[in-house]
């Protein structure tokens, strides 16, 4: 079945960095753009990133623009997120999204169960 | 930048009862394509989002058809025809034509 998988969360120090993995079954990843979204604990859905199928393009919101890079091995049909120069407003639940189609921005239609990234001293 | 907003924040529903969402964007999602790139998206409680309409109006798979969503520009409405219990959790609108950007959040609860 359609499935994504993240890992790789964890407590972090302020300043350090992460690498967040999402692995994806039962679709063809090379054909869809992909995202990362956020939702620190007990708030709303905040959009983290996206990646175009071929990873020709990408986006940032700018919480998080110049300090993380997403990116795909389609080969291994996993994306990634590295996130660098970690804070305090970091820390959230960080889902892995599938998008309806190749560029993206016809909606987020597969989630992954999300992990935990605590930034914390 | 964009900005979403949704109304109501809080919704208590009576099962069988109908239920309407709005989301209101600072700036038209109408592409000249005639797509309006705006979807909805329900979290229940300690589950992952899911999409339930997309571009405006086409219901993903999977969603019941008591689920709607209509609307063009700027202004948007979720609509459920006889809410169920579960129904409950919380709606997002998501613009998607200059980034991304979510609305607030809308919980529905049971009466």
């Not at chain 2, 979403?4 to 069988?16: I, R």
Request: proline share 4%.
């Amino acid at each position: 079945q359609v499935q994504l998988v993240e890992s790789g969360g964890g407590v972090v120090q302020p300043g350090r960095s992460l690498r967040l993995s999402c692995a994806a079954s039962g679709f063809t990843f090379s054909t869809y753009a992909m995202h990362w979204v956020r939702q620190a604990p007990g708030k709303g859905l905040e959009w983290v990133a996206v990646l175009a199928y071929d990873g020709s393009n990408k986006n940032y919101a700018d919480s998080v623009k110049g300090r993380f890079t997403i990116s795909r091995d389609n080969s291994e049909n996993t994306l990634y997120l590295q996130m660098n120069s970690l804070r305090a407003d970091d820390t959230a639940v960080y889902y892995c999204a599938k998008d309806r189609a190749a560029p993206g921005r016809r909606g987020l239609d597969v989630w992954g169960q999300g992990t935990t990234v605590t930034v914390s001293s | 930048d964009i900005v979403m907003t949704q109304s109501p924040l809080s919704l208590p529903v009576t099962p069988g009862e109908p239920a309407s969402i709005s989301c209101t964007s600072s700036q038209s999602l109408l592409h000249s394509n005639g797509n309006n790139y705006l979807h909805w998206y329900l979290q229940k409680p300690g589950q992952s989002p899911q999409l339930l309409i997309y571009l405006g109006s086409n219901r993903a798979s999977g969603v019941p058809d008591r689920f709607s969503g209509s609307g063009s520009g700027t202004d948007f409405t979720l609509k459920i025809t006889r809410v169920e219990a579960e129904d409950v959790g919380v709606y997002y609108c998501m613009e998607a034509l200059q980034s991304y950007t979510f609305g607030q959040g809308s919980k529905l609860e049971i009466k």
